[in-house]
């Protein structure tokens, strides 16, 4: 096979028997299993991997991992192309297909290319400086398109996503050798753990060389897994960021199901609540600010070693390494064993010490006390020019500058511990100068930082470092077995200084943030123009701001600002760390809340015969309900118009289980619930019911119903359907908080029982025909009665109440006999005509009634008055709820909206619900309220509406205007009572 | 007479109570229980009352007290939830409401209102805890545990019957019982149910 | 997401719960003797401190029972839940 060029002959953590045919921006290549999209790139020779922000230069990779800023790809097509996301961390997978993001066509051959020539006039700020006129949204879209990320899939996706709650004892987050070592110690003694770790396999940035124990370290890391994976306490969790700490040490992690496990399931996101936390995330090496520095080859030490050892891939033919530390010669090693020549490492620390000498003494030419000036080459870097660190400030020394030739420029700027989630628990950063990072200081008690997040870089120190931060988290959990002693290593050398900028650089292309452009010239200019607060200059330069959130360039902008300002790091102080640490899917967090889970819908006990007969079933208020009866092909309306007719002329049925049924007991039962309602329950007789509405404190009008009394210390409060909840919360808060003197008992009992409401002329036809013991004769079981009696030979309660204008009787029978009562009654009334009707027809009847629908027809402001039910105050003298805001100015207020009929000039015409009433038909500009419900009425012989309306009530008669999207119709304000106004046909 | 439904009725067919049957995770519909809510302010009568016609004893806070048939959940500090076979609710609903005549009580026939599922098999915990953050591992929701809180994004009642076989059982309301077959279901991994007709 | 512990049912997550706002909110009355102010004073003012306030919660998804709790409104700490009929805690600040 061609390609894998760069490919080491051994060596590596791939898998060589199992080669991966891919495509990166249309080409094809090859890799092997254990390759990252990156990793098989680099093998295969692509230096280019994606183009910069705003100017569309070449980039090339830098770093290894989560840190990595360059190499954003789209992956995959239709509804599973994933955006945004980082070539390091995408596992190379058969037949796998990628393309860069921030490009056209392609990384390598990219159109915006001449941006570039543009720099000069991109500087900070350039966006909202420029496209101020008329507004920046004018702008917004082509802007984001030429400088734009990936794009989302237009199709809804196809794969599962779950979620998890968890609780544990310790959780540890990092799998490297701190993690390794916190976890073992937590586990062993005896608490509950989770390990997370974002990556595919657990050990870190171990390399293959060390020894812990004894043993090889990879050999270690296998036996520590092995000994946590069969542990009945521990559980370890791979490719899982821990992503977010929030409230009380809810530690959100995100875990990515490799494809061949997940049947389906693409990532869990997981809650854990943990007690303890211990932080052994690492460290982030920072790259070096200087002319130039983002051309293709110039990598993190750290990346290029992990290329080298990790993946077998050779970086580079020649390198040079640029480093401030020590650790950067491991990387040179590593390289050099892997074929890699080593030009020269620049160590920028004029006395190196004892790593230099053994680098030197292995033959490798140290230059101590130099400086990188500028990086050349075009679309990869050819040589890197340094200099020695002058007595001047901004100077190198007069006759120092060397051009070292190379292919493969390692920087080592130091490293930025992974304090993300220390920072979001609310724990404070301190600048530690010897280590030039900012390390956890003071914070949660239940946090412990560990290893390389803790700024120890060292091995030895990881291993201690871990193990004590473990025993200690499991201790503060009382898990306080022996948990034996830290697993050990030779001492490492990890010394660092700092050094952040080269003073010499052409400022303009030095750059601190690749993935968003921005350039030490950038925050030049931000401290030019006195911005000096870090979050604003972060804003304005938006460094720190792209997908990466500034994982490489944070530090590096601190320490510039820093010298820009004349102050010093802890004086800038640092941008706050929000979640997530690592970009997370919109798919994760929306979990299995899509489709029908999105909402869960509740159904009657009639549901299955609903569905059965054809009904349309809607959400309503959040039980799914009959809107008609679709026949047969028949027309919504024509089917809505028949449902009203077998009402006014025959008999209907109506499913209204959802009705809200909250049972009140006890000696204050009356007391509490003339409290409750606006209207006066006190003086209602057992066996009869009232309407009432119920209010809140404010005086408005949350529910109403009515309130029937079934003995004199027993009642039965209906309230709106899908109020049930809210109104039986309400009664349970009042009498706890308020009136715990109060002897109540209240309990819902909504699902106990099944509602059917037999409406219509030949209501009391079709039920005498059932078997009863109830009287049904009108002067026994008049209207606004309840009584409790058997039904075909079932326990029931039947009350004479109703929304529909007519001679009404609902039927309350135990939910399992719902649907054979309902069939019956069908059967029994077949010949009078009886059908089924949906809560379309309903609302239609209730509104040619004239009835008012709270929610529909009053809206957050309608109080008692409003609705024509303002007399109703001076008769009740005890307090209820509401009552002293009704005698407030504003509830006396003469211009309040009140409920009202409307009637169109031309009775063919139905208003449309939300029109506006509007005084003059010219201007349009003064709305006096609106239509809440409005249909034709076949019953009347003309369309009705109802609306809220200014001073309403006072104004019957009068002519109005309807105002509805550019049209207006003549109407007139009348009273809503048409239908049956003297109530015969209800009392009948 | 009418014919009685239970709850779960319109989501089964042919008689199959159980919808979910994997080597790891089965899922069952309870049938033939009844149950009585119990609300008073009198513990002590209610606890002679339950004495004398069930044998039980009111259980602490978040526990389950069981003899033979019956079992009693704890639900608030005034409210417990009495299981017993639907043959007997009524006449124990009359028994009890007959002796606690004389203090305030309720004693309300919830059979038609709540719907329990069985879960059982090795799977139970990690099932729940997809939807549900009380912590459903055996050792910390032991036999004899019950719990009011949120499953699936309603409200639920979660009882562990038993320390073995291992089992969890739901108690929701009816309207929610399609609900939670079908999100129990998905969430075993077992989707393409067929749609009740 | 905050971890409560209500006084019956113990730890539990915040979706469990239903904030009420703070307490002590004495309901002033009858309302024929309540000023306009005094009312609007009960309706709309509330102390809103920076540290820890007074507040009830409802477990509704549990118990059903409101109970007192007390929160940093800077770091949601929570020092105490106690039940309704119990004491009310002293004001911290
Ligand atoms: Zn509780």
Redesign the pocket.
């Known amino acids: 096979m061609k390609g894998n060029e760069w490919r080491l002959a051994n060596g590596g953590r791939i898998d060589r028997t199992r080669p991966l045919a891919f495509e990166f921006d249309g080409e094809r290549y090859w890799g092997f299993a254990g390759d990252t999209l990156a990793s098989a790139l680099l093998a295969n020779g692509v230096r280019i991997v994606g183009r910069s922000f705003k100017l569309h230069r070449p980039r090339g990779l830098v770093g290894a991992w989560c840190e990595e800023p360059n190499g954003i790809v789209q992956l995959g097509d239709g509804a599973r192309t994933t955006p945004n996301l980082k070539a390091t961390q995408v596992e190379l997978r058969d037949g796998l297909s990628a393309r860069s993001v921030n490009c056209w066509p392609n990384a390598r051959s990219d159109a915006f290319a001449p941006l570039q020539l543009l720099g000069r006039l991109m500087p900070a700020g350039f966006y909202y400086k420029t496209f101020m006129w008329p507004s920046w949204h004018m702008f917004e879209p082509a802007i984001r398109r030429a400088a734009g990320l990936g794009t989302a899939p237009r199709e809804p996706d196809p794969d599962r996503y779950e979620e998890r709650h968890e609780q544990c004892d310790v959780l540890v987050v990092g799998g490297g050798p701190a993690g390794l070592a916190a976890a073992l110690a937590a586990t062993r003694a005896g608490a509950r753990v989770i390990l997370a770790d974002d990556r595919p396999a657990l050990g870190g940035a171990l390399q293959e060389t060390k020894r812990i124990d004894g043993a090889a370290a990879l050999a270690w890391t296998a036996a520590v897994e092995r000994e946590l994976r069969t542990a009945p306490n521990a559980r370890v969790l791979t490719r899982t960021t821990a992503f977010g700490c929030y409230d009380h040490n809810l530690i959100a992690l995100s875990e990515k199901l490799s494809e061949p496990e997940s049947a389906g399931l693409r990532e869990r996101l997981w809650h854990v609540r943990a007690a303890e936390v211990v932080v052994a995330a690492g460290a982030i090496e920072r790259p070096i600010v200087f002319a130039d520095n983002d051309l293709p080859g110039i990598m993190l030490a750290s990346a290029a070693m992990t290329y080298a050892a990790q993946y077998a891939v050779r970086p580079g033919r020649r390198a040079v390494i640029v480093t401030s530390g020590d650790s950067a010669y491991e990387a040179a090693s590593t390289l050099q064993t892997a074929g890699v020549e080593i030009a020269a490492i620049v160590d920028t620390r004029a006395e190196p010490g004892e790593a230099a000498s053994l680098a030197r003494s292995a033959g490798i030419r140290v230059m101590a006390g130099y400086y990188p000036v500028r990086a050349h080459g075009g679309r990869a870097v050819k040589a890197i020019e340094i200099g020695q660190i002058g007595a001047a400030a901004g100077r190198i020394n007069e006759g120092s500058a060397r051009r070292l030739e190379c292919d493969l420029l390692c920087v080592s700027g130091g490293w930025t511990p992974s304090v993300h989630l220390f920072s979001q628990a609310k724990g404070q950063l301190r600048y530690d100068p010897e280590r030039a990072a900012l390390l956890p200081g003071p914070g949660p008690k239940s946090f412990h930082c560990a290893g390389a997040a803790a700024g120890n870089l060292a091995l030895h120190h990881c291993l201690t470092d871990g193990f004590a931060a473990g025993r200690e988290a499991a201790k503060a959990a009382q898990a306080t077995r022996d948990a034996g002693r830290s697993p050990t290593t030779d001492v490492e050398l990890a010394a660092t200084t700092a050094f952040w900028a080269s003073p010499q650089s052409s400022h303009r292309k030095a750059w601190v943030d690749f993935q968003n452009d921005v350039t030490r010239g950038d925050l030049e200019l931000a401290v030019r123009e006195n911005l000096r607060s870090v979050e604003h200059v972060k804003r304005y330069t938006t460094t720190g701001m792209a997908v990466d959130q500034g994982k490489t360039s944070n530090m590096n902008a601190l320490a510039i600002l820093a010298e820009l300002t004349g102050t010093s790091i802890p004086q800038v102080g640092n941008t706050t760390f929000r979640p997530p640490y690592d970009p997370v899917t919109l798919g994760s967090l929306a979990g299995r809340h899509v489709g029908a889970f999105y909402h869960p819908l509740r159904r009657t006990p009639l549901d299955r015969w609903h569905a059965a007969h054809g009904a349309v079933l809607e959400d309503f208020g959040g039980w799914l309900r009959p809107a008609w009866y679709a026949g047969e092909r028949r027309h919504r309306d024509d089917c809505i118009r028949a449902e009203k007719r077998a009402t006014r002329t025959a008999v209907s049925l109506f499913d209204g289980s959802p009705l809200g049924k909250i049972e009140v007991r006890g000696p204050d039962a009356a007391v509490f619930l003339n409290r409750m309602y606006y209207n006066g329950m006190k003086t209602l007789a057992v066996g009869r019911g009232r309407y009432g509405l119920m209010l809140n404190e404010h005086g408005i009008i949350i529910d109403d119903g009515v309130c029937l009394r079934l003995a004199e210390d027993h009642f039965l409060v209906s309230t709106t359907s899908g109020g049930a909840g809210r109104i039986f919360a309400g009664f349970e808060e009042w009498l706890q908080c308020e009136w715990p003197d109060l002897t109540v008992l209240v309990t819902n009992v909504t699902s106990a029982w099944g509602n059917i409401a037999v409406a219509g002329p030949r209501a009391r036809e079709l039920l005498e025909r059932l078997e009863t013991d109830i009287d049904l004769e009108p002067d026994a079981f008049p209207h606004l009665s309840i009584r409790c009696g058997r039904l075909e030979g079932v326990p029931v309660r039947i009350a004479r109440v109703g929304f529909t204008g007519e001679l009404s009787f609902e039927i309350n029978i135990p939910a399992g006999y719902t649907t054979a009562l309902w069939e019956r009654l069908l059967a029994k009334g077949a010949d009078l005509g009886v059908l089924p009707i949906g809560i379309e027809a309903l609302q239609e009847l209730r509104t040619e009634k004239g009835y008012l629908h709270v929610g529909t027809d009053t809206d957050g402001r309608s109080i008692p008055a409003d609705v024509g039910m303002g007399a109703l105050l001076a008769k009740k003298s005890d307090d209820f709820v509401g009552r002293r805001s009704l005698e407030r100015s504003d509830a006396k207020r003469p211009d309040r909206l009140q409920f009202v009929g409307l009637e169109a000039q031309d009775p063919g015409t139905v208003l449309p619900v939300g029109a506006h009433v509007i005084a003059d038909a010219t201007t349009r500009n003064a709305s006096q309220g609106y239509v809440t419900s409005s249909c034709m009425s076949e019953a009347l012989g003309r369309s009705v509406a109802l609306g809220l309306v200014q001073a309403g009530q006072a104004r019957t008669g009068e002519a109005v205007h309807v105002y509805s999207s550019g049209r207006t119709f003549p109407a007139r304000i009348v009273s809503p009572r048409w239908y049956d106004p003297e109530g015969h046909r209800l009392n009948a | 007479m009418l014919e009685h439904q239970q709850p779960f009725a319109p989501l089964i067919q042919g008689g199959d109570t159980t919808f979910v049957a994997m080597s790891d995770i089965q899922m069952t519909w309870l049938s033939g229980w009844g149950f009585l809510l119990l609300q008073s302010p009198s513990e002590s009568a209610l606890q002679d009352a339950l004495m004398s016609h069930t044998g039980l004893r009111l259980p602490a ?1 978040q526990t389950v007290s069981t003899r033979g048939d019956y079992a009693l959940l704890w639900l ?1 500090p005034k409210e417990w939830l009495l299981a017993a076979p639907a043959s007997e609710t009524e006449s124990l609903q009359a028994a009890l409401t007959r002796q606690m005549a004389t203090c305030l009580a309720a004693v309300i026939d919830m059979s038609d209102a709540l719907a329990v599922c069985e879960l059982s098999g090795t799977r139970c915990a990690d099932v729940l805890m997809s939807g549900c953050t009380l912590d459903l591992h055996a050792d910390t929701f032991p036999s004899g545990r019950c719990s ?1 809180t949120g499953l699936a994004d309603i409200p639920a009642i979660l009882w562990n019957p038993a320390r073995e076989p291992r089992a969890v059982r739901c108690i929701v309301d009816r309207s929610h019982a399609r609900h939670l077959r079908d999100w129990l279901a998905d969430a075993a991994g077992c989707p393409g149910l067929p749609p009740a007709q | 997401m905050l971890q409560i512990t ?5 730890p ?1 997550d915040e979706p ?1 719960f239903r904030w009420g706002g703070e307490v002590p909110l004495v309901r002033p009355g009858p309302p024929e003797q309540v000023s306009d102010e005094a009312w609007a004073e009960y309706l709309f003012t509330r102390d809103n401190p920076k540290g820890f306030v007074r507040e009830r919660w409802l ?1 509704a998804l ?4 409101w ?1 007192v709790v007390v929160r940093s409104t800077v770091t949601h700490e929570i020092r105490a839940t106690t039940r309704l009929t119990d004491t009310l805690p002293e004001a911290l600040t």
Request: aromatic share 6%.
């Open positions: 806070p608030t009011r | 209500c006084p019956c049912c113990g539990r469990e477990h549990g118990c059903r029972q109970f």
